[in-house]
């Protein structure tokens, strides 16, 4: 069965030819329980909206003029060739692209009916209420408890017994806790890979975000560990607005509901994502899906 | 190039590196060995009672029976010597009796004016009066006679008295000598005035500088210029041969032989050296004051330096644009790197001292601020270069949770940068601590008592790099102080060592719980 499922995948084109066949079926079934693969995308609230939204490093337009609602409760993917501009749009989310000197934007780009891009919003705030997951993991060199601990601390929170529940309810959301429950005082920079990814997914949980960005968050990890950080956003899923930029199309199909196609800073193709992967509208995005470029 | 030739560059680049290390390594050891060994001896010695008495009176240390029996014991080992003394001025003494006797008569033969003048002068010369008294009195006769307007009457006497004294005057001038030279060795002999220097009231403290006068006793140390074609030529007699025939002759060899019960060589451990303060110029007791003004000043100049350069390092990493103001300060600050210590000097006493004023005098706080300012382009620099290398995902895992620009580098960038910071401080810290230049202008005397932390801020004080300095080229007496000098080096070499351990302690501590 599942080599079906890879075969489907890994040979897109052959599954295309059979538009509906059982490929899809497959899919379906491997796919998160309650994930509705027709569901259109106008029928959902927008968390994030882009307004002609464009990004520019100096005068390198990156982010073209890019329009796109993004469903609440929702794991969006963005997918594209290197350099496309899929992590400087997701870093313009919560404003990550500020660190960088030369970096402007043009256009809206809209949370919660609110310019993220407004002088008037605090980013500090802001990025408190849109969480970022980095391509590889960054813990501090702080014990594990500090790690998950910092932003509720950044928040002002001093009371040992509740930051304790934080952080044991934020390595459980993240599935860690189990493993490091006996060793939260050891340097979080002592676990392997997987586990360092789990506990900033818990860092970012534990400050209580509304969205979760995700920039190729698997990218440095193996198979295994990357399954498990899939299980996780499976899990997330519906409690959190998930955005994950992803080089692994297998990945996309695999967690998102809906999916982005970009293409030197345009947005090609939006919308479902098994609709996407299965009968793609846009030449381009076939060509990318089925391995002819990028 | 083919194999051969780069596996010959290899080993020659091998032997290159090798060779230096090893130059480094000998020049380490051609340095500090004798840093080490005759420093140690300041701290570790065979001290005589001389010092024990020293440690006793000026410092209150040691038991009063145990310093009351040994100077019985070494009385009763000295007293032969004082003996000898006695009996060779009493025979001297003698030698001029005859002169005595002649005056007597005359006076007795003259009577009158006279006769009450040479009784009054001679009752001066009784039986208890010092050879150099007797000698005073017959050169006052002596030129009381010549005086007489009928003075060829007594041209005899005068002959006598002429005579005798020259032979005698000669005698005790080598007896002079002599005493000189025991003087040095075992303190003021029994009869003598108390003398005004600190350093007479002893004799030598410790064994070596004992065995160095011993020497100096046995024998006669002269220049002999009588070949005029050439320099002047030293030469050695024993004292012994200057005696020959009297009773001081055997005084030499009895020295020589009792020399350790005279002065009883122990091996001390003389730890007070470091808590102590000195007496006399640095004749006797520690270094106290001077260790204790090299702390104050290394930590004030921390004090000042390590907040304004991370400060200024944070600034100029996390804040700054990178505009061609920042850069020309960047320039600036390497080349106050630069700059020599001397006119940080100049520049502590134009400016904190007549210019702002900190204190009226030289002082401590003065003296901090120079060394601040010195160190501070280092502390900066390594600062900045400890934030740089901090990886960039940790900022932005702290930007991305929600903290805002200061809390990231208080919270995640200065933890992590504190070890390279910490190197930087402690390279700076022992520059700090050994450089001089700074400090003549602005804190450090020659002399002083030490001083509390308050007084630190209008009170100047010595310090162990000025005080070497000032040890070897202005003390009147530093051969006889050389092991106080390599003390204080040793001293100096050993705290700024100290410094760096500590220091590389905390860092490997902090890395390794960086590192997890
Ligand atoms: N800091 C920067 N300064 C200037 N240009 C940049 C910067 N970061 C990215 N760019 C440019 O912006 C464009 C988009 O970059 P971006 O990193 O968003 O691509 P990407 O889709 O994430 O690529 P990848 O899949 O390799 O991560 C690229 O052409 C890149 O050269
Ligand atoms: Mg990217």
Redesign the pocket.
Same mark, same amino acid.
């Given at each position: 069965m599942s080599t079906a499922v890879d075969a489907a995948l890994t040979h897109p084109d052959e599954s295309t030819q059979q538009p509906g066949d059982s490929g899809i079926t497959m899919h379906r079934m491997k796919s998160f329980a309650g994930r509705d693969d027709h569901t259109g995308l106008e029928t959902l609230e927008a968390h994030v909206q882009a307004r002609n939204f464009s990004?520019f490093?100096?005068d390198?337009e990156? *982010?073209r003029s890019l329009s796109m609602d993004i469903p609440r409760s929702r794991v969006t993917a #963005?997918i594209?060739?290197?350099?496309?501009?899929?992590?400087?749009?997701?870093?313009a989310v919560n404003r990550m692209?500020d660190l #960088?000197p030369?970096?402007h934007t043009n256009g809206e780009l809209m949370f919660d009916e609110e310019n993220v891009y407004d002088p008037m919003v605090d980013v500090v705030q802001l990025r408190q209420r849109i969480g970022m997951v980095f391509?590889k993991p960054n813990p501090f060199p702080k014990s594990i408890f500090d790690n998950v601990a910092y932003g509720p601390r950044l928040q002002g929170e001093r009371n040992r017994g509740r930051l304790a529940d934080i952080v044991e309810r934020s390595l459980r959301g993240a599935v860690l806790w189990d493993e490091v429950k006996d060793r939260l005082h050891d340097n979080a920079l002592g676990l392997s890979g997987g586990p360092q990814q789990r506990m900033c997914l818990a860092r970012a949980l534990a400050v209580n975000p509304e969205i979760l960005l995700m920039?190729?968050p698997t990218s440095a990890l193996d198979p295994r560990s990357t399954a498990s950080i899939e299980a996780l956003i499976g899990q997330l899923r519906g409690d959190y607005t998930i955005i994950i *930029?992803t080089?692994n199309m297998q990945q996309a199909a695999r967690v998102s509901d809906f999916t982005a196609f970009?293409y030197e800073?345009l947005l090609i193709e939006y919308g479902n994502t098994t609709k996407l992967f299965t009968n793609p509208a846009n030449k381009q995005t076939e060509d990318y899906i089925t391995g002819r470029f990028g | 190039m083919n194999l051969h030739t780069r596996k010959l560059l290899d080993r020659s680049f091998t032997a290159a590196g090798f060779f230096a290390i090893v130059m480094m390594a000998c020049a380490l050891i051609l340095i500090l060995y004798p840093i080490i060994s005759r420093g140690l001896g300041a701290y570790i010695f065979r001290a005589t009672c001389e010092h024990r008495r020293v440690q006793f009176e000026e410092f209150q240390a040691g038991s009063r029976q145990e310093i009351e029996r040994e100077a019985a014991e070494i009385a009763a080992v000295r007293q032969p010597v004082f003996d000898m003394i006695a009996a060779h001025e009493k025979d001297l003494k003698a030698e001029l009796q005859e002169a005595f006797d002649q005056v007597r008569a005359l006076a007795a033969a003259e009577g009158g004016f006279l006769q009450r003048s040479l009784e009054r002068r001679l009752k001066r010369a009784h039986a208890d009066a010092s050879l150099e008294e007797c000698l005073a009195v017959l050169s006052d006769i002596r030129e009381s006679l010549k005086g007489q307007y009928d003075h060829e009457r007594f041209i005899g006497v005068i002959g006598v008295i002429t005579e005798r004294k020259q032979r005698v005057e000669q005698a005790a001038g080598k007896l002079s000598d002599m005493k000189h030279a025991l003087r040095d060795l075992l303190g003021p002999l029994p009869g003598d005035r108390r003398p005004e220097l600190l350093r007479s009231h002893y004799g030598q403290t410790r064994w070596d500088r004992s065995l160095h006068y011993l020497d100096k006793f046995l024998y006669r140390y002269d220049w002999d210029y009588t070949n005029a074609e050439n320099t002047g030529v030293k030469t050695r007699t024993p004292r012994a041969d200057e005696f020959r025939g009297t009773d001081l002759e055997p005084a030499f060899g009895y020295v020589r032989d009792n020399i350790e019960a005279m002065m009883q060589p122990r091996l001390t451990f003389y730890w007070r050296f470091l808590t102590t303060d000195s007496r006399d110029a640095h004749f006797f007791g520690g270094i106290w004051p001077e260790v204790l003004g090299t702390f104050y000043l290394t930590i004030g100049a921390m004090l000042f330096a390590i907040p304004m350069g991370v400060i200024a390092a944070i600034y100029l990493c996390e804040y700054a644009r990178p505009t061609k103001t920042v850069s020309l300060l960047r320039s600036c600050m390497s080349t106050l790197a630069g700059v020599p210590s001397i006119v940080f000097g100049l520049f502590g006493l134009a400016f904190f001292l007549n210019t702002v004023g900190v204190s009226d005098s030289k002082s401590v706080l003065a003296g901090s601020l120079t060394l601040a300012l010195m160190i501070l382009p280092t502390v900066i620099r390594a600062s900045e270069e400890a934030i740089l290398a901090v990886p960039f995902t940790y900022k932005e895992a702290a930007l991305g949770l929600g903290a805002g620009r200061w809390r990231t580098v208080l919270t995640v960038i200065l933890p992590a940068a504190l070890p390279g910071i910490l190197t930087g401080i402690v390279i700076s810290m022992g520059r700090a601590a050994g450089e001089t230049a700074p400090i003549i202008f602005t804190a450090a005397v020659s002399v002083g008592l030490a001083i509390s932390p308050l007084q630190a801020l209008d009170s100047p004080t010595p310090a162990l790099p000025w005080n070497i300095y000032n040890l070897c080229t202005e003390h009147e007496a530093v051969d006889e102080i050389r092991h106080v000098q390599f003390g204080m080096v040793f001293t100096l070499v050993a705290l700024v060592l100290a410094l760096n351990i500590i220091a590389i302690a905390l860092r490997a501590r902090i890395s390794r719980k960086l590192r997890g």
């Amino acid at each position: 069965m599942s080599t079906a499922v890879d075969a489907a995948l890994t040979h897109p084109d052959e599954s295309t030819q059979q538009p509906g066949d059982s490929g899809i079926t497959m899919h379906r079934m491997k796919s998160f329980a309650g994930r509705d693969d027709h569901t259109g995308l106008e029928t959902l609230e927008a968390h994030v909206q882009a307004r002609n939204f464009s990004i520019f490093y100096g005068d390198n337009e990156a *982010v073209r003029s890019l329009s796109m609602d993004i469903p609440r409760s929702r794991v969006t993917a #963005i997918i594209g060739p290197s350099g496309c501009g899929k992590s400087t749009f997701l870093r313009a989310v919560n404003r990550m692209n500020d660190l #960088i000197p030369r970096c402007h934007t043009n256009g809206e780009l809209m949370f919660d009916e609110e310019n993220v891009y407004d002088p008037m919003v605090d980013v500090v705030q802001l990025r408190q209420r849109i969480g970022m997951v980095f391509q590889k993991p960054n813990p501090f060199p702080k014990s594990i408890f500090d790690n998950v601990a910092y932003g509720p601390r950044l928040q002002g929170e001093r009371n040992r017994g509740r930051l304790a529940d934080i952080v044991e309810r934020s390595l459980r959301g993240a599935v860690l806790w189990d493993e490091v429950k006996d060793r939260l005082h050891d340097n979080a920079l002592g676990l392997s890979g997987g586990p360092q990814q789990r506990m900033c997914l818990a860092r970012a949980l534990a400050v209580n975000p509304e969205i979760l960005l995700m920039d190729e968050p698997t990218s440095a990890l193996d198979p295994r560990s990357t399954a498990s950080i899939e299980a996780l956003i499976g899990q997330l899923r519906g409690d959190y607005t998930i955005i994950i *930029v992803t080089h692994n199309m297998q990945q996309a199909a695999r967690v998102s509901d809906f999916t982005a196609f970009m293409y030197e800073g345009l947005l090609i193709e939006y919308g479902n994502t098994t609709k996407l992967f299965t009968n793609p509208a846009n030449k381009q995005t076939e060509d990318y899906i089925t391995g002819r470029f990028g | 190039m083919n194999l051969h030739t780069r596996k010959l560059l290899d080993r020659s680049f091998t032997a290159a590196g090798f060779f230096a290390i090893v130059m480094m390594a000998c020049a380490l050891i051609l340095i500090l060995y004798p840093i080490i060994s005759r420093g140690l001896g300041a701290y570790i010695f065979r001290a005589t009672c001389e010092h024990r008495r020293v440690q006793f009176e000026e410092f209150q240390a040691g038991s009063r029976q145990e310093i009351e029996r040994e100077a019985a014991e070494i009385a009763a080992v000295r007293q032969p010597v004082f003996d000898m003394i006695a009996a060779h001025e009493k025979d001297l003494k003698a030698e001029l009796q005859e002169a005595f006797d002649q005056v007597r008569a005359l006076a007795a033969a003259e009577g009158g004016f006279l006769q009450r003048s040479l009784e009054r002068r001679l009752k001066r010369a009784h039986a208890d009066a010092s050879l150099e008294e007797c000698l005073a009195v017959l050169s006052d006769i002596r030129e009381s006679l010549k005086g007489q307007y009928d003075h060829e009457r007594f041209i005899g006497v005068i002959g006598v008295i002429t005579e005798r004294k020259q032979r005698v005057e000669q005698a005790a001038g080598k007896l002079s000598d002599m005493k000189h030279a025991l003087r040095d060795l075992l303190g003021p002999l029994p009869g003598d005035r108390r003398p005004e220097l600190l350093r007479s009231h002893y004799g030598q403290t410790r064994w070596d500088r004992s065995l160095h006068y011993l020497d100096k006793f046995l024998y006669r140390y002269d220049w002999d210029y009588t070949n005029a074609e050439n320099t002047g030529v030293k030469t050695r007699t024993p004292r012994a041969d200057e005696f020959r025939g009297t009773d001081l002759e055997p005084a030499f060899g009895y020295v020589r032989d009792n020399i350790e019960a005279m002065m009883q060589p122990r091996l001390t451990f003389y730890w007070r050296f470091l808590t102590t303060d000195s007496r006399d110029a640095h004749f006797f007791g520690g270094i106290w004051p001077e260790v204790l003004g090299t702390f104050y000043l290394t930590i004030g100049a921390m004090l000042f330096a390590i907040p304004m350069g991370v400060i200024a390092a944070i600034y100029l990493c996390e804040y700054a644009r990178p505009t061609k103001t920042v850069s020309l300060l960047r320039s600036c600050m390497s080349t106050l790197a630069g700059v020599p210590s001397i006119v940080f000097g100049l520049f502590g006493l134009a400016f904190f001292l007549n210019t702002v004023g900190v204190s009226d005098s030289k002082s401590v706080l003065a003296g901090s601020l120079t060394l601040a300012l010195m160190i501070l382009p280092t502390v900066i620099r390594a600062s900045e270069e400890a934030i740089l290398a901090v990886p960039f995902t940790y900022k932005e895992a702290a930007l991305g949770l929600g903290a805002g620009r200061w809390r990231t580098v208080l919270t995640v960038i200065l933890p992590a940068a504190l070890p390279g910071i910490l190197t930087g401080i402690v390279i700076s810290m022992g520059r700090a601590a050994g450089e001089t230049a700074p400090i003549i202008f602005t804190a450090a005397v020659s002399v002083g008592l030490a001083i509390s932390p308050l007084q630190a801020l209008d009170s100047p004080t010595p310090a162990l790099p000025w005080n070497i300095y000032n040890l070897c080229t202005e003390h009147e007496a530093v051969d006889e102080i050389r092991h106080v000098q390599f003390g204080m080096v040793f001293t100096l070499v050993a705290l700024v060592l100290a410094l760096n351990i500590i220091a590389i302690a905390l860092r490997a501590r902090i890395s390794r719980k960086l590192r997890g």
